[in-house]
Every structure is written in structure tokens, then in C-alpha cells.
């Protein structure tokens, strides 16, 4: 049987090839420059200004997320930030689990727990009451009706 | 007299330990990244369980803590900064080295006074 060598120049078989990865590496860069401005305006907020991490309770949640800003912002940086790691986790996930098995078990439980962090966060954000009717009106933001 | 050999360790350098760094980092981050969801979660089950959770935060054993966190995010993004800069301009990889001084300069200066400020808040009261 004579096999035959493919003409110099044809195009590569691109049958049942994606640009995935591409997209997913593409997704990195972009992702990284955007949660370089929401995490550390998330950390000067929280961590810098004012009392810092002494003033951070459920009344100072609720005073920022009175603002559509902070939730907007918020669901960004968890979204990007989520899906981010997930992924970055997924390349190191594929670099040292060299066991099919392992390694699809690994992945199983890692989109797992990415799925529930985000619908959990994402849930938080929109359905989150910043004035609880049976809470104690001094741990409330001072906005809140007094009883 | 032979000498031993002088270990094995593969010494790549600034573009290996970079590497390394933010492989570390990433993972470190995405971690503390799960816990901090769950436990900003808790300001939808009551301002008690929150406030209560968020209290050990302020805990000065994890206000040491989180200046690792801060440290540890801050050198990624900088480094990932880097990674970028390295795949779209033109010169990125030439000036990889320069650039990651800058990463480690860049750090020092933010980590400096961000110390200062955290751990006065931490054992300031
Ligand atoms: C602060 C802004 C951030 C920037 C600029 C940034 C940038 C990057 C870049 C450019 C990569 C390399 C991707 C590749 O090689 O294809 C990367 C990898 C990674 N990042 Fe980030 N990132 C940031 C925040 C985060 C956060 C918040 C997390 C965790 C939730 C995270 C976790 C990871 C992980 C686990 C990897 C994979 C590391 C590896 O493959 O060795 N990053 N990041």
C-alpha cells in the first residue's frame, strides 16, 4: 500500500478543532486588566479609607449596595473574578492531573463550586435587604425606618 | 579531590520564578476568593451572623493575614500586568526583566504604606 505525503502548503485539517483555548486565553488578559481596577478600588474602599477594616459590618454592606454602583461593581468583580480563577485553575488542573479520571473529577468539582459561588453571590446581590423588619435597629444603616 | 555536584535545581530566572509566583498566587487567591463569597453571603441571613463572621476579620492574627492576601493579589495583578504587556507590545518580551523589577518595585511602594495603614487599623483599634 502506498501512502501518499499531502501536497506542501495544504491547509491543515481544521475539522473538530475549536478556538476555545483561544478565546479562554484571550479571556485572561482582558478579564485581568478589568479586575486590576475592581479589586484594588474594592480593597482601598474597604481596607484604606475611613476606619478600615474596623468599620466593615453588615450596615457598611448595606450603605454601599444602596448605591446601584457598588452592586454593579460587586457583580462584576464576582463574575470576572470567578470565572478567572476557574479557568486559571482549570490550566493548572490539566498541567499536573495526568490521570483521566483524576483529572476529570478535579474539573467536576471545580465547575461545581464555581457554579454555586456565583449564583449564590449573584442571588445575594439582587435580592439582598439592606433593612431586615426583625433585626435590631442598631446594627441597621442609619437610612433604615425607625420602628 | 571531586566535588559534589552542585545540586540540581533548574535555575530559570526571573521569567521561571515569575511564573512560579503567580501560579501560587492565583490559586491562593481563587481560594480565599470561595471563602469570602460564603461569608459575604451571610449578610442575606441575618446582620448578627454577619457581623459575628466578619469579626474575626478584625482579629489581629488575620489582620496579618490579609496583608499576605493584599500582597499576594497586588504582585499578581502587577505580574499579570506584565504578562500582558509581554504578549501584545511589541517589545514585551525584550524588556521582561526590566519589567518585572518594576512588578517588584511597583509592590514595595504600594505594600509599604498599605501596611502601615492596615495593621494601624488592625492593632490601632
Ligand atoms: C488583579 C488582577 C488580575 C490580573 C491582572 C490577572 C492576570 C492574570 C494573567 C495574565 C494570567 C495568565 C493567564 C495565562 O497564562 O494564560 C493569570 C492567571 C491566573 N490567575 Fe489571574 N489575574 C488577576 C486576578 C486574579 C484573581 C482575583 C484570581 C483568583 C480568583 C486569579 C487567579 C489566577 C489563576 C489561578 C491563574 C492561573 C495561573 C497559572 O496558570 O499558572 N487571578 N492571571
Redesign the pocket.
Given at each position: 500500500m502506498t501512502s501518499t505525503i499531502p501536497a506542501p502548503r495544504t491547509p491543515r485539517r481544521l475539522r473538530g478543532r475549536t478556538n476555545t483555548e483561544l478565546y479562554a486565553?484571550m479571556f485572561?488578559?482582558a478579564s485581568?486588566?478589568l479586575?486590576?481596577v475592581l479589586?484594588f478600588g474594592h480593597l482601598f474602599v474597604n481596607l484604606v479609607t475611613g476606619d478600615g477594616i474596623n468599620a466593615l459590618d453588615f450596615a457598611f454592606v448595606a450603605g454601599k449596595w444602596a448605591d446601584p454602583l457598588w452592586q454593579v461593581w460587586d457583580l462584576l468583580m464576582l463574575w470576572l473574578?470567578m470565572l478567572?480563577?476557574t479557568n486559571?485553575?482549570r490550566?493548572?488542573i490539566n498541567d499536573y492531573a495526568e490521570r483521566d479520571q483524576l483529572r476529570l473529577w478535579l474539573k467536576v468539582g471545580l465547575y461545581t463550586a464555581t457554579t454555586i459561588t456565583i449564583v449564590l453571590g449573584t442571588l445575594v446581590i439582587f435580592t439582598f435587604d439592606p433593612c431586615p423588619p426583625d433585626a435590631a435597629a442598631e446594627l441597621l444603616p442609619s437610612f433604615c425606618p425607625v420602628p | 579531590m571531586p566535588k559534589a555536584p552542585a545540586g540540581t535545581l533548574y535555575r530559570g530566572r526571573e521569567g521561571m520564578w515569575s511564573?512560579v509566583a503567580?501560579?501560587v498566587t492565583?490559586?491562593g487567591?481563587?481560594f480565599f476568593?470561595f471563602a469570602h463569597i460564603l461569608d459575604t453571603a451571610l449578610v442575606r441571613v441575618s446582620p448578627e451572623a454577619y457581623n459575628e463572621v466578619i469579626a474575626t476579620y478584625k482579629n489581629p492574627i488575620v489582620g496579618l493575614m490579609e496583608v499576605g492576601l493584599v500582597g499576594a493579589?497586588v504582585f499578581?495583578?502587577f505580574n499579570?500586568?506584565r504578562?500582558?504587556l509581554v504578549d501584545f507590545w511589541s517589545k514585551g518580551p525584550r524588556y521582561q526583566k526590566q519589567m518585572f523589577a518594576a512588578v517588584l518595585g511597583l509592590w514595595v511602594l504600594l505594600m509599604v504604606p498599605f501596611v502601615i495603614r492596615h495593621l494601624s487599623h488592625v492593632f490601632g483599634g
Open positions: 486565553w485572561m488578559r485581568g486588566v479586575l486590576v479589586i473574578a478567572h480563577g486559571g485553575l490550566t493548572v | 511564573w503567580h501560579r492565583g490559586i487567591i481563587f476568593l493579589i499578581h495583578a499579570g500586568l504578562i500582558v
